[in-house]
């Protein structure tokens, strides 16, 4: 069997092995997935090790996305916009690193949650590492807007400047700023990629950017609807957490390394079983 593994520190917590697991079975794919703690200091020497014992493919989470990014030989384009990697493969060609999130976002709202991102109007708050990793994926799929707004509108607008050659290109209308930027009108989909969720803190947005059409979805997930989900449903709006969103991405680096795509949707189902 072909080993993987998933990279962090915490790592104990993670979902990927039972994700990939499942992943294998479903495909018959010959694959054997593990979890590997690397502390904070050895992140590149464990990566080696890896290799050298014939590891095929890592997963990166957090801390190491950025050592990740800094490590591989060749990046996808994605991950050289994303400036982040959660994705390693490694052959003869050496070390190549993708990142994987922005399109699990993508096949979340799309696919499983059957909302089409074409020619709608997304607001997406935050932007730090997470909310970079999803933009060029989102643009891929031409909506008509794009308002990236932060609690620090400068690096808002450091987005809008990045991302604006691929916002022309995809036919796009993108915006940046700080929370007055947020358009008094709901929008098709509000995507929260703030780390306000963690500590159970609500990104600043006007309330009038939820509607009943609108679709909240909020990347981080839990055994409860966070803060976010809640008050996106109070105001009238549709809520999601971000658990398809991790099977949705998981999928992806499957397919990076095996060439064959599983379906997210059974997996999902399991893992929202588990949490409850
Ligand atoms: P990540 O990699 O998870 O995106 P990050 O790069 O540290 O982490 O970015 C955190 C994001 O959450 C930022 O957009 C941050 O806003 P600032 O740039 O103004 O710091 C946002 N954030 C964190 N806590 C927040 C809060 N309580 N309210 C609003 N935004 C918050």
Redesign the pocket.
């Known amino acids: 069997r072909d080993l993987y593994a998933v990279i962090g520190n915490p790592i104990a917590h993670s979902k990927s092995p039972f994700i990939h697991a499942r992943f294998a079975e479903q495909t018959g794919e010959p694959v054997e997935y593990r979890h590997l703690l690397a502390p904070l200091d050895g992140f590149a020497d464990h990566v080696r090790a890896f290799i050298a014992e014939g590891g095929r493919g890592l997963n990166v989470t957090v801390p190491f996305k950025l050592e990740a990014h800094a490590l591989a030989d060749t990046l996808s384009p994605r991950a050289s916009a994303a400036g982040a990697v959660n994705t390693l493969r490694f052959d003869a060609e050496g070390i190549f690193g993708d990142n994987t999130d922005g399109v699990g976002l993508v096949r979340d709202i799309e696919a499983n949650l059957g909302v089409s991102l074409k020619d709608a109007r997304v607001l997406l708050l935050?932007?730090?590492?997470?909310?970079r990793g999803v933009v060029l994926p989102m643009l891929d799929r031409a909506p008509r807007a794009l308002a990236i707004v932060?609690?620090?509108a400068a690096?808002a607008d450091a987005l809008v400047e990045q991302f604006a050659a691929a916002a022309a290109a995809a036919g796009c209308e993108l915006t940046g700023g700080g929370a007055q930027a947020v358009g008094a009108h709901p929008y098709d989909v509000i995507v929260n990629?703030?780390?306000?969720s963690l500590?159970a803190?609500l990104?600043?947005c006007d309330d009038r950017a939820f509607g009943s059409g609108t679709l909240a979805y909020d990347m981080m997930y839990g055994a409860q609807p966070t803060v976010f989900m809640r008050h996106a449903q109070a105001l009238g709006a549709r809520a999601s957490d971000g658990l398809g969103m991790l099977v949705e991405q998981a999928a992806e680096s499957f397919f990076i390394w095996r060439g064959v795509r599983p379906d997210g949707a059974p997996v999902l189902a399991a893992l929202r079983g588990m949490l409850s």
């Open positions: 935050g932007a730090g590492g997470a909310a932060n609690r620090t690096k990629a703030t780390a306000g500590d803190s990104p600043e």
